[in-house]
T-cell receptor, first 116, second 117 residues
Framework: GAVVSQHPSRVICKSGTSVKIECRSL??????MFWYRQFPKQSLMLMAT?????????EQGVEKDKFLINHASLTLSTLTVTSAHPEDSSFYIC????????????FGSGTRLTVV | AQTVTQSQPEMSVQEAETVTLSCTYD???????LFWYKQPPSRQMILVIR??????QNATENRFSVNFQKAAKSFSLKISDSQLGDAAMYFC??????????????FGKGTKLTVNP
């Protein structure tokens, strides 16, 4: 089945630094990738949608300059948290839509970001 | 606006028993897809079951089945013969179309299922 590989699984960074999270579609081409944020014991909140070859679409309230999304190829989408602050600490998950409409979305394994 | 409501923040069930998780949704579309995802402590999102709105027959995947009531906009998940490994957060999701023609998932707030031995 379709697999999305997400790295790193955990990262700790200092305030003010930037962190890049990668999501790769391993056995299929993902022209679209969704990026979610999940706070403890809460649901997934869609942050933005990346599209290969074009600008990402951000959800209302999400800072574009803080969460830079790039979809450089059909198999790679990245989320860069710039000038990270402790409030950016969270669990970030990527997801690719199914190739066939009646299938479920494929999710990466998530990245736990801690900003100290 | 399409919304997904899970009214049970937590549920518990005895091992080998049956439990039903509730989900209601709001939509003006006639053709759409509904999903149940499981998120165990590892936090990996796992597809449990999917339902196409135009199909009247309820979806079934082994011990998991749904009760899809389109008119009532209800999509409950039944887990039979519950196992310890079923303990997880369960999210109901609706796949909606955006104004630009693309699609994305809208999630409910989730139900934490505990399975007691």
């Amino acid at each position: 089945g379709a697999v999305v590989s997400q790295h790193p699984s955990r990262v700790i960074c200092k305030s003010g630094t930037s962190v890049k999270i990668e999501c790769r579609s391993l056995d299929f081409q993902a022209t679209t990738m969704f990026w979610y944020r999940q706070f403890p014991k809460q649901s997934l909140m869609l942050m933005a949608t990346s599209n290969e070859g074009s600008k990402a679409t951000y959800e209302q309230g999400v800072e574009k300059d803080k969460f830079l999304i790039n979809h450089a190829s059909l198999t790679l989408s990245t989320l860069t948290v710039t000038s990270a602050h402790p409030e950016d600490s969270s669990f970030y998950i990527c997801s690719a839509p199914p190739a066939l409409k009646n299938y479920g979305y494929t999710f990466g394994s998530g990245t736990r970001l801690t900003v100290v | 606006a399409q919304t997904v409501t899970q009214s049970q923040p937590e549920m518990s069930v005895q091992e080998a028993e049956t439990v039903t998780l509730s989900c209601t949704y709001d939509t003006s579309e006639s053709d759409y897809y509904l999903f149940w995802y499981k998120q165990p402590p590892s936090r990996q999102m796992i597809l449990v079951i999917r339902q196409e709105a135009y199909k009247q027959q309820n979806a079934t995947e082994n011990r998991f089945s749904v009760n899809f009531q389109k008119a009532a906009k209800s999509f409950s998940l039944k887990i039979s013969d519950s196992q310890l490994g079923d303990a997880a957060m369960y999210f109901c999701a609706y796949r909606r179309r955006t104004q630009g023609g693309s699609e994305k998932l809208v999630f409910g707030k989730g139900t934490k299922l505990t399975v007691n031995p």
